[in-house]
């Protein structure tokens, strides 16, 4: 499977974006998908996931309430919808899948990787 990732950008704090991951090769729905961020000079952590036919969704604390991820396996598409953006959201945002039925909650749970979009926060 290949990874698309899409929609990143230059936005204000408090602003919103949405990031679309979309696959090719393989239909989506046969996958978990991720998205993960890493900012400069710290490591990669997962943001949202979403596991296969929406088994399960994973957030991180600090995005609890403000992202949203969903799937439109008809499009081959992962959504990350990210609302109320903050500086500290600064990063480049990665989609991930791997074939699990759950979302995994580590990083190193996925094993197909896109090519980030970069998303830049200004206070």
């Known amino acids: 499977v290949q990874l698309q990732a899409s929609g990143g950008g230059l936005v204000q704090a408090g602003g919103s974006l949405r990031l679309s991951c979309t696959a090719s090769?393989?239909?989506?729905?046969?996958?978990?998908i991720g998205w993960i961020r890493q900012a400069p000079g710290k490591e990669r952590d997962i943001v949202a996931a979403i596991g296969r036919s929406g088994s399960n969704t994973i957030y991180a604390d600090s995005v609890k309430g403000r992202f949203g991820i969903s799937r439109d396996d008809a499009k081959n598409t992962v959504y990350l919808q990210m609302n109320s953006l903050k500086p500290e959201d600064t990063a480049v945002y990665y989609c991930?899948?791997?074939?699990?039925?759950?979302?995994?909650?580590?990083?190193?749970?996925?094993?197909?990787w896109g090519q980030g979009t970069q998303v830049t926060v200004s206070s």
């Open positions: 090769g393989r239909t989506s729905s046969s996958y978990s």
């Open positions: 991930a899948a791997d074939q699990a039925i759950w979302a995994p909650a580590s990083v190193r749970g996925y094993k197909y």
